[in-house]
């Protein structure tokens, strides 16, 4: 197993649960994986089919996701297809021919082609030994992206009972888990269900204030960075590509209303790094394997959790940083108020309504939005803080809107509950509309009393107050704001109203975070003995760690330049996107630790012995040609020249880490035997914590 890994993945170890997901399926179990997006989900399918006689046949939602896996497994040196309907009838028969020749290892189809009678002809001609449903979720009415086609595939365990079945999906809930396998007929299955939590995405909520122009500060911060920005209709998409385009960024659109070809194009594009910025509906990304994607930005409010975990799962598959934005407006939810009244079923219309509410109490939220997303998924994350989202680096304001939330009632007592909050917030800011002087509304108590505040001010908090139940927002298409329970109770000073003030900073929370950390480094801990040493061996594992894999070093940028444009070069070459060459881990693994021969590239992350023969020489070759124009004295002096608070401490922590061991001998020298050991190691540790 661990041979295959290395040979055809370029790995040396396999992530957790991928072991024991292999020798079960190898072993002829059925199985259920619940794994986040960059968990390793396809090599629990694709290993296996490496190892056992037969083909797999891999059931998969998406063309463009068909394409992309048997690019990628090609490129590692693995016989892999699909059939669908973008083949000829000639290439159609020769990949046909080639399964019943045993030449293919891996066949991907849809699941509307595979329930075909021709495809169970065709699989009953061929040794079949796996089925693997990818993105298994959609077979579940109370999934997010149920598709009815899945649930034809219902019929391969009554059709073959005696192949197993592995099904696979990102996200879940417990509820949608049970479906799947029912539907699936694979209740005795083993099931291994992943953590949840993408260290590497890092989470912020924003108020949608100036949205275009925080999204453009945010952009040209991170040039040529590549990223998603989602959007609710067509419409918008278009208008914020256009906008974008005008400001000079590389952006394309991808909805629905574009042709299939003017999609594909754009996606191909995106994908091929040849435009940084894809902006989108949901439409866009299921199962999209492109590993650098460094930002996912909400522009408007996602409908429920479960497809704004899968969205934003879109970003850092690589396991690098991926920055996650949602732009909050309270007039969103009220815009999904509307469709969701539009629901015909009574029971789907109110299981709508509460996956709203879910992602609005995820917004206004002063815990740690990992957490809230985690608990979501029924997983409890154990640390307070989590050190990468903004209510864990940025604590969220709370600020008292009592008196605001009184002069609202009154105004809306005043009106007889019969206006919207537009007519409310103009007579409140003291509107000289024709509106208001035409019903008199300019002679009313409450005219004119919130001028201390800008319009869509008092707009968010009558929104905000209808969310907590002391307003109430009536009608779907102009709603009226009207008095509800807790109304009475405010204006008699029996109620309080707090709010959260959402911070609109455009500081990268990466930099926040390591930011955040130097600093509390700097001060001495509170904490208990036993939390000292723990705190010394986490720094000491992480030190080794990052020695073993290279990242001690500073990364040469000039060489992870030259050697992205090789790979650019070879990817185009080849007509595949340039991650399917090497990703971004591998290259900036290469320019960290610049390996000059074969079997030191070969130590790198991602290069298998495929690979190895197929693009070894050529990057090899860039690496000793960078290192014959680059001196011993420039490397040095660009290193001085950018060396950074972070570079400094990682160099205190090698100096520390390496002098320990010695520190500790000396010790002993000097005490004697009669010391025991544990008792220097112990005053040691304190010592290298408290001087840090």
Known sequence: MHRTLRKYFGYDTFRPLQEDIIKDVIAGKDVFVLMPTGGGKSICYQLPALLMNGVTVVVSPLISLMKDQVDTLRANGVEAA???????YKESNQIKQ?????????LYVAPERLTLSSTLTLLDRIKVNLFAIDESHCISEWGHDFRPEYRKLSILKRKYPHIPIIALTATATPKVRKDTISQLHIEDCNTYV???????????VRPKKETYEQIV????KRKDKSGIIYCQSRKTVDELTGKLRKSGFNALPYHAGLSDAARSRNQDIFIKDDAEIIVATIAFGMGIDKPNVRFVIHYDLPRNLESYYQETGRGGRDGLECECILFFSRGD???????????????????????LKEVMDYCQSTICRRKMLLRYFGEELQEENCGGCDVCLQPVKITDATEEAKLLIRCVKEVSQRYGITHVTEILTGSNSKKITEKGHHRLSSYGTGTYLPKDRWADIARELAHQGILRLEGSRYPLLKLDKDSEQVIAGKRTVEMIQLASSNDSLLALGKQIATDQLKKPKASDHQSDLARVKEIETEYITKKQTGTVNRIDNEL?????????????????????VFADTSLKQMATQMPLNEKELLEITGVGEYKLQKYGDMFLTEIRDHLKGTSKDSIEATTQEVETEEDKKEKVIQCIMGLREELIRLTKEQLGTEMPDKYIQEVWSDILVYKK
Do not use: M
Request: glycine share 2%.
């Open 82 to 88: 699909y059939l669908n309907s973008t083949l000829s």
């Open 194 to 204: 992943a953590s949840f939590n993408r260290k590497n995405l890092l989470y912020q």
């Open 217 to 220: 500060e945010f952009l040209r």
């Open 98 to 106: 080639e399964l019943e020749n045993n030449i293919i290892k891996l």
């Open 333 to 355: 939810k009220y815009k999904i108020d509307y469709f969701i009244d539009q629901i015909a079923k009574s029971e789907e219309r109110e299981a709508a309504r509460l996956k």
């Open 560 to 580: 992870f330049s030259r050697l992205k444009e090789l790979r650019k070069k070879i990817a185009s070459k080849e007509g595949v996107p340039p991650y399917i």
